[in-house]
């Protein structure tokens, strides 16, 4: 087992990390940027490491800064996190070179899943079911007209070194195409480095239904069941929850195989999620893997039992993981709402600043995974997630409950600063979601998301 | 005078006056020349002060020369070479004082503004964090009349 993990992340997720990391008895190096100095993450951690200025590509992506701050402290692993250099096969690969353990997937892995045409042909192979798409990168616009038409409109351009949901574009009918295919490209180069794009048939009104995976290095692959991301704005989840409404046991099941066979097709280490859509008539699609811990881990943990954190690190140490698949048992349902620093009345604008009330909710099975408290600043410079509320009920209907009274709890305040808790709890609301009948059309979706808001 | 002189003595009063600004205390005589060019200052021989310090504000605090990346700090260009700069050293914009190492890429230090090293932080081979401290200098704003 590692004596010391340098983490290689910031906000909410370093400092989740750090946490189990102490629990296990590990020393925890904080790698973090002038811009996060005395954030709770840093203060939490037995050493500090300064690596480098705001920039995520001088700090938190430089994976020489990342690398030289392991060696000096002698760590022997490092945690991505999610985000900057998580899915990143070269640094995976530079960690290993260097003695680091990486805690997830070995890099010849992370290179094929994170090439999303490599993961869409591997998983084709392992026998998933696919949505008519791309099986190789798009090679121009004339190609670009052949493929929308073999595949039928609506179709949704994606970047093939992309995820997240950025930087995608959906065209309802071919006057459309070449405009977004070209806008695809630009988006993609500029967001990931490669102006490669596939395409794949359009699900306007779907469900998105995930799986969360657990794979060791003895083979042994299992599932701890599915997770609802359905509720979205511009493709960026806003609320998550365990188990999917509404959706037949025998089609989550169904998936739960898929996503498993999937990961040992691919030789899939550590934790990882299986990314479907679900259309009206309950079939589901593969989309993507995402090939690291995610942020709505937590609703998954709230109803198995299971901390993710610590078995990615104990994957990572070459333990075998110490329950097998009839050992896991979900119970209850669990929901996350992202809160973040952003003012719906101006189309989410992001609102950085410093926070000066904090206030959030806690009591009967109310997690709370934050990294501001008062005084604190959101910065401009990182994405606005500032607070994940999660709670855990005996059914859908009494965790509903519990979220409408955590979410009543949250007071976050400063100069300037707005947050998303107030629209979090009209979606609650409405309707469709308590009747659990909506899809990702419940927030209206105005366009592509560049990730510039 | 003719044209050609006016240009002249416009140009030496021109270079007069630059020397005058550079200048940290007024010379107590200045002369300057058209024919055959000539400009020149004098200061009391009593006063030892330069112009330089003179510009100089005592209370000026030191400034910091910070490490631009996260790494091991060397002091000279390699082992056993003299390093690049030493206490009482003259530094100008650009001047490499030192190094830092990042997973074998070797990354120059170098002086962001003009002054004199008054204080070297960190002993050579010492792994030092993005932004730390590595040398104070007092800044110097007026010209040196010795070039170092």
């Known amino acids: ?453 | 005078m003719s044209e050609e002189e006016r240009g002249l003595f416009d140009a030496v009063v021109r270079g007069a006056g630059e020397l005058l600004a550079a200048a940290g205390t007024p010379p107590t005589r200045l002369l300057a020349r058209a024919g055959e060019v000539s400009v020149e200052l004098e200061w009391p021989a009593a006063s030892r002060e330069l112009p330089g310090e003179a510009r100089t504000t005592p209370a000026s605090a030191s400034a910091e020369l910070c490490a631009p990346i996260v790494g091991v700090f060397y002091h000279a260009p390699s082992p056993g070479e003299p390093p690049f700069v030493a206490v009482g050293d003259l530094v100008r914009p650009g001047q490499q004082v030192g190094i830092v190492e990042a997973m074998k890429t070797m990354i120059p230090v170098e002086a962001d503004q003009r002054g004199r090293i008054d204080g070297v932080l960190v002993a050579d081979g010492t792994p030092v964090e993005y932004g730390e401290p590595l040398f104070t200098l007092e800044p110097a704003t007026a010209l040196e009349p010795l070039a170092s």
Request: hydrophobic content about 45%.
């Open chain 1, 1 to 453: 087992m590692f004596s010391k993990v340098l983490i290689a992340n910031r906000g909410e997720i370093a400092l989740r990390v750090a946490r189990t990391c102490r629990e296990m008895g590990l020393s925890t190096v904080a790698a973090y940027s002038t811009e996060d100095t005395g954030t709770p993450a840093v203060a939490f951690a037995d050493e500090t490491v300064r690596i480098g200025p705001a920039a995520a590509n001088r700090s938190y992506r430089n994976a020489a800064a990342l690398l030289e701050a392991a060696l000096r402290t002698g760590a022997s692993a490092i945690h991505p996190g999610y985000g900057f250099l998580s899915e990143d096969a070269d640094f995976a690969e530079a960690c290993e070179e260097n003695g680091i353990t990486f805690i997830g997937p070995p890099a010849p892995v992370l290179a094929t899943l994170s090439d999303k045409i490599a993961a869409r042909t591997a998983m084709a192979e392992a026998g998933l079911p696919l949505l008519p798409g791309s099986i190789e990168p798009v090679a121009d616009a004339h190609a670009a007209h052949a493929l929308a038409d073999s595949i039928g409109y609506p179709v949704i351009i994606k970047a093939t070194a992309g995820g997240g949901g950025k930087g995608m574009r959906i065209v309802t009918d071919r006057a459309g195409l070449v405009p977004a295919y070209r806008a695809a490209r630009s988006s993609a180069l500029a967001l990931f480095g490669s102006g490669q794009v596939y395409i794949e048939r359009y699900l306007a009104e779907a469900r998105h239904v995930e799986v969360q995976v657990l794979c060791d290095a003895h083979r042994t692959a299992l599932h701890l069941g599915e997770r609802d991301c359905t509720v979205q704005r511009r493709h960026q989840k806003l609320i998550e929850e365990t188990p999917a409404p509404r959706l037949p046991r025998a089609t989550a099941e169904a998936m739960c195989t898929a996503a498993v066979r999937g990961a040992l097709a691919v030789g899939y280490r550590g934790a990882g999620t299986f990314e479907f859509l679900v259309d009206r008539d309950d079939r589901f699609y593969f989309m993507e893997v995402n090939p690291r811990i995610q942020v709505e881990h937590p609703v998954t943990e709230m109803v198995t039992g299971i901390d993710l954190v610590r078995e990615q690190i104990n994957i990572a140490a070459g333990r075998a993981l110490p329950f097998a698949q009839a050992d896991v048992a979900p119970h209850g349902v669990a929901i996350e709402c992202r809160v973040n620093a952003e003012d719906p009345a101006r189309d989410f604008a992001p609102t950085p600043g410093v926070v000066e009330t904090v206030q959030l909710p806690a009591g009967p099975f109310t997690r709370v995974d934050t990294y501001v408290g008062p005084g604190s600043r959101v910065s401009a410079a990182y994405d606005s997630l500032v607070a994940k509320v999660v709670v855990w009920g005996p059914d859908r209907p009494q965790a509903l409950a519990r979220m409408r009274r955590a979410l009543g709890e949250v007071r976050l305040a400063g100069p300037g600063m707005r947050t998303t808790a107030g629209f979090l709890a009209d979606v609650l609301a409405a309707p469709a979601f308590v009747a659990a009948e909506h899809t990702t059309a419940l927030i209206g979706t105005d366009g592509p998301d560049d990730g510039i808001d």
